[in-house]
């Protein structure tokens, strides 16, 4: 079965909503889409910390800002492009890997 999104909406500065064609509504946060970013630098990023787990990541004045969606726009049928408040655009989140990240809620 192919779920698409049939909602897509804001919950506060922190989060959003997505209502999907199975009627289930997940909530997700800023945060955890911009640390989940598919793209193979971000994926890089995240294996190398991995390896290194010792090594506290430098934060950029930029990273600490608190991390924000910008724009989501719709990739073909299949995904969402997510641009973020620092810039970073590359990623493209299928809704195959959106219904596996945030929670389900009510
Ligand atoms: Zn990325």
């Known amino acids: 079965m192919d779920l698409t999104p049939t909602e897509l909406k804001l919950i506060d500065e922190k989060s959003l909503l997505i209502g999907w064609s199975d009627g289930q509504h997940r909530r997700y946060t800023f945060a955890e889409l911009r640390k989940s970013c598919p793209c193979v630098t971000c994926r890089n990023e995240r294996k190398a910390s991995e390896a290194e787990p010792l090594k506290l990541p430098v934060l950029s004045p930029v990273e600490l800002q608190p991390i924000k969606v910008e724009k989501m726009s719709l990739a073909g049928n299949y995904a969402y492009r ?18 596996e990240l945030g929670t389900v809620v009510d």
């Open 82 to 99: 997510i641009t973020f408040n620092d810039g970073h655009n590359t990623g493209l989140f299928t809704f195959e890997l959106l219904r």
